[in-house]
């Protein structure tokens, strides 16, 4: 999905090549949304994580992955519809949640799992 300049500033796009590092790898939580420029649902979403990430930048790590753009890696995650959510830790897929029900909805999921793994509250 085409990002605008806020999400471009704050959303990392990965991909198959930097999967593994950007996500895997990561010493932070990472909360990965899937999804796609033909998706209006999307477009939502993604304004509601430039919020997020700007609130938790030391906490948390946000990262989009354009299921158009990159089919192999969306196959390999499991991925059947967009937008998905995945939260990932330590290597580990810890959580996903399939569409988007709102900003609110969003932080309360992803604080419940960084709490879950002793990360604390990174939402404001």
């Known amino acids: 999905m085409p990002q605008s300049n ?3 500033l704050l959303l990392l796009t ?3 090549a930097s999967f593994e590092s950007e996500v895997l790898r990561a010493t ?18 993604e304004a509601s994580l430039c919020a997020l990430a700007g609130t938790t930048q030391d906490t948390l790590k946000i990262v989009t992955i354009d299921a158009d753009r990159s089919p192999d890696l969306v196959s390999k995650l499991r991925v059947y519809g967009v937008p998905m959510f995945m939260v990932f ?5 810890l959580d996903r949640d399939a569409g988007y029900a709102g ?5 309360r999921w992803v604080a419940e799992i960084c709490e879950s793994v002793g990360v604390g509250e990174p939402v404001a």
């Open 28 to 45: 932070l939580p990472v909360v990965v949304e899937v999804s796609s420029e033909w998706c209006p649902p999307c477009k939502f979403a």
């Open 14 to 16: 990965v991909t198959e």
């Open 103 to 107: 900003p609110v909805q969003l932080q």
């Open 89 to 93: 830790f330590k290597g580990k897929e």
């Open 6 to 8: 806020e999400a471009s």
